[in-house]
T-cell receptor
Framework: GIQVEQSPPDLILQEGANSTLRCNFS?????LQWFHQNPWGQLINLFY???GTKQNGRLSATTVATERYSLLYISSSQTTDSGVYFC?????????FGQGTELSVKP | DARVTQTPRHKVTEMGQEVTMRCQPI?????VFWYRQTMMQGLELLAY????????DSGMPKDRFSAEMPDATLATLKIQPSEPRDSAVYFC????????????FGPGTRLTVL
């Protein structure tokens, strides 16, 4: 089956810094989603992005489906951005999750 | 504010007991998924339904787990008998019609089996 790999596994930032999280997938996908799992465990939808670029405030995402990767950009990070970021590739209607990037933003 | 709801939010039980988790999908969504999150395996799909019919339960241990959707507003995941290795967070997600549409997750049920 499809493999979804995220990097880096861990990231520590100072408040105000920018970061890029990467998601590689091993096969063609029907769509791709990014989630933020907050410290309370809730999975928050960030982007639904099968291809192209989308922006939502300080966050943006780009998926290059032909090269099998997606990037999540976080600009001017805030302490509330802390948590785990997951990408999930949809293949045949099922989401296959990466192992996540754990982000810690220090004040 | 449309959202997926799950009950209970937390459950502590003893090995051998039956556990039932419930999910109410977003109104109008016709596809419901059950995922499990553990430290070792991460987030993995257990089973899913479309229009209340089970489509795939290959991720679920068949001998002790069962999933049903008695009506369009309720999905259930049952474990009988429960074992300590079942301790995990169980998420329900729903999706409106369209195989590749966005999935939305509930808050999860944190299960601890002693």
């Amino acid at each position: 089956g499809i493999q979804v790999e995220q990097s880096p596994p861990d990231l520590i930032l100072q408040e105000g810094a920018n970061s890029t999280l990467r998601c590689n997938f091993s096969d063609s996908v029907n769509n791709l989603q990014w989630f933020h799992q907050n410290p309370w465990g809730q999975l928050i939808n960030l982007f639904y992005i099968p291809s192209g670029t989308k922006q939502n405030g300080r966050l943006s995402a780009t998926t290059v489906a032909t090269e099998r990767y997606s990037l999540l950009y976080i600009s001017s990070s805030q302490t509330t951005d802390s948590g785990v970021y997951f990408c999930a590739a949809n293949q045949g209607g099922k989401l296959i999750f990466g192992q996540g990037t754990e982000l810690s933003v220090k004040p | 504010d449309a959202r997926v709801t799950q009950t209970p939010r937390h459950k502590v039980t003893e090995m051998g007991q039956e556990v039932t988790m419930r999910c109410q999908p977003i109104l109008g969504h016709n596809t419901v998924f059950w995922y499990r999150q553990t430290m070792m395996q991460g987030l993995e799909l257990l089973a899913y339904f479309r229009n209340r019919a089970p489509l795939d339960d290959s991720g679920m241990p068949k001998d002790r787990f069962s999933a049903e959707m008695p009506d369009a507003t309720l999905a259930t995941l049952k474990i009988q008998p429960s074992e300590p290795r079942d301790s995990a967070v169980y998420f329900c997600a729903s999706q409106e019609a369209g195989v590749y549409n966005e999935q939305f997750f509930g808050p999860g049920t944190r299960l601890t089996v002693l």
